[in-house]
């Protein structure tokens, strides 16, 4: 009884926040110069979000903070010397890491951010391609007022239409890191136009605005530490092998000149390791389904001997992109970016220990054997292209 009634004092809001006291981060950038850690935090204004639902202020609606120090850890406790508020890090929604840091190593950064009880992990991770993190972070951005809301939506929209991207959360990073047979690969972010003029209000003022944030390169990692990039090519070939597509438009030459647009609306791969006479092999399985979206060519899609071709056509193509993908990340990379020893792993767990210690010099000559399987099933509201019915 006296353990009940002790219990009842333990109740309440002992440890509140208000939330006037907190500055709510959506957004984290991290770069390493000179051995030390710069972090900078983007930061919500809530006043200002509410007056511009109002139709007042023409302030922007978020404030960046930063501060540098050995340590990540402390770099975060020292924002407080600028800001007036405790940071309040729950509600991030991207990190974005700097190219020097990630090819320092990312290992201690992530410590930190997987440690800390007050973080969720479905964040998204990207790393700055060709300039600092904290310079992503300053633009501003049309459409989404607050950029880091902006990144993870562009990210996220992007993932389902364009097989070029992929969002990679804290918890799919750790998981890269930690599997048997397997390196990171994380999307990079690049500034277009002008650093200064997309700091600027009059960024988000014109019609075109000046300077963009842009998804474009996938960044290739030898266990944590960042070793280079694959071009749009290659991450979409990457991107198909790993399963990650969920739709996407791809182009096919016509025989005649001109060109006709297929929009891949399913997309399932299966990745099979093996290991025969001692040696392993990988097998690469692709099924997709598509439509014919745009047809600027002089041809007869009702014709069914039409509709074979194009089924070779995109089968042959996606084929290249994959193998493409593979031979770079092979011969230039000479890292497993695919997870191909995984797959070892989990087929024969006897044959991986005896390939593990010299895993990376047997993948640079590993053999890849990759077939797909395309099936277009509708050429949308209408069937030749109302070309031939222009010229006439």
């Given at each position: 009884m006296a353990c009940l009634l002790v219990c009842g004092l333990l109740s309440g809001c002992w440890n509140r926040r208000e939330l006037n006291t907190?500055?709510?981060?959506?957004?984290?950038?991290?770069?390493?110069?000179?051995?030390?850690?710069?972090?900078?935090?983007?930061?919500?204004?809530?006043?200002?979000?509410?007056?511009?639902?109002?139709?007042?202020?023409?302030r922007v609606p978020v404030t960046m903070y930063h501060a540098t120090a050995p340590t990540i850890f402390e770099a975060y406790r020292k924002l407080t010397t600028t800001s007036p508020r405790k940071i309040y890090a729950s509600h991030i929604r991207v990190l974005v890491l700097g190219e020097s840091l990630a090819r320092d190593g990312i290992a201690k950064v992530l410590d930190l951010l997987w440690r800390d009880t007050e973080l969720?992990?479905?964040?998204?991770?990207?790393?700055?391609?060709?300039?600092?993190?904290?310079?992503?972070?300053?633009?501003?951005?049309?459409?989404?007022?607050?950029?880091?809301?902006?990144?993870?939506?562009?990210?996220d929209t992007s993932s389902k239409a364009w097989a070029v991207t992929n969002p990679f959360t804290m918890d799919q990073l750790i998981e890269q890191l930690v599997s048997e047979g397997r390196n990171p690969v994380l999307t990079g972010i690049r500034i277009i136009g002008d650093q200064e003029k997309g700091e600027k209000q009059s960024n988000v003022e014109s019609i075109d605005p000046a300077t963009q944030l842009k998804f474009s390169k996938?960044?290739?990692?030898?266990?944590?530490?960042?070793?280079?990039?694959?071009?749009?090519?290659?991450?979409?070939?990457?991107?198909?092998?790993?399963?990650?597509?969920?739709?996407?438009?791809?182009?096919?030459?016509c025989p005649d000149g001109g060109y006709l647009d297929l929009e891949g609306i399913y997309f399932d791969t299966e990745v099979k390791g093996n290991v025969k006479n001692g040696e392993p092999v990988i097998e690469v399985k692709m099924k997709t389904l598509g439509n014919i979206a745009d047809v600027e060519c002089d041809i007869n899609v009702e014709d069914v001997k039409t509709i074979e071709w194009l089924e070779d056509e995109e089968e042959?193509?996606?084929?290249?992109?994959?193998?493409?993908?593979?031979e770079v990340v092979q011969k230039k990379f000479k890292v497993d970016a695919f997870g191909f020893g995984e797959a070892i792993y989990r087929s024969n767990p006897k044959a991986w220990k005896k390939l593990k210690p010299d895993w990376e010099e047997r993948f640079s000559r590993l053999k890849v054997n990759i077939s797909v399987d395309a099936r277009i099933q509708g050429t949308g509201t209408v069937t030749n292209s109302i070309l031939g019915d222009v010229r006439e």
């Open positions: 907190l500055g709510i981060q959506l957004g984290t950038a991290i770069d390493k110069k000179d051995g030390q850690y710069q972090v900078a935090v983007q930061v919500v204004d809530p006043a200002e979000v509410a007056s511009k639902s109002k139709g007042g202020s023409k969720r992990t479905d964040f998204y991770i990207m790393v700055a391609n060709g300039t600092e993190a904290k310079n992503v972070l300053k633009i501003l951005t049309p459409l989404e007022d607050i950029p880091a809301t902006k990144l993870y939506k562009s990210l996938l960044a290739v990692f030898r266990e944590d530490r960042l070793i280079g990039w694959l071009n749009e090519e290659e991450s979409k070939g990457y991107n198909y092998i790993m399963g990650n597509v969920k739709s996407t438009v791809g182009h096919v030459s042959k193509k996606l084929t290249m992109l994959m193998r493409k993908s593979v």
